[in-house]
């Protein structure tokens, strides 16, 4: 299995573009965790969810085993941003602008720790694929400051 400097930078770039998307999506979520209305639509916000895939097709374990030794690489891809599907959380707020009849509230259904727990492994994944480039970028350097000594 050969991984070439090129295929090494490609792999880490998509990685660090997936995880972009993943915290743009994930800050949206946490800055709209009160927005009880959205322009545009009715009810509050709702939250959004990256949904990713590799961008390899595979059968079997055993294709998959093949595919990498003979050096295909498979990526993460963003396939989708998704809506979540859960119902809004009510809150009792009867002199709230939004209240319905009964006097509560719709809010997004946001679980703030949840986010911040997406948001810090987003973030730690990112600053692994960029150590990874780093990397890349030191080694060729190194390699290149090989033929200049003597």
Known sequence: MTLSVFTSLQLAGRAL???RTRLDVVS???????????????????????V??????RGSFGQALRDELG???P??????IREDSAPPRLKYDPDHPDANEDGYVAYPNINTVEEMVNMITSMRTYQANL?????IQEMSRRALSIGRTG
């Open 17 to 19: 573009s997936v995880q």
């Open 28 to 50: 949206a979520n946490l800055a709209n965790a009160q927005t009880t209305q959205v322009e545009g639509r009715e009810g509050p916000y709702r939250r959004r969810d990256v």
């Open 52 to 57: 990713l895939e590799s961008d390899v097709a």
């Open 71 to 73: 050096g295909t690489f």
């Open 75 to 80: 990526t993460v891809r963003v396939a989708d």
């Open 131 to 135: 150590s990874v480039v780093s990397g």
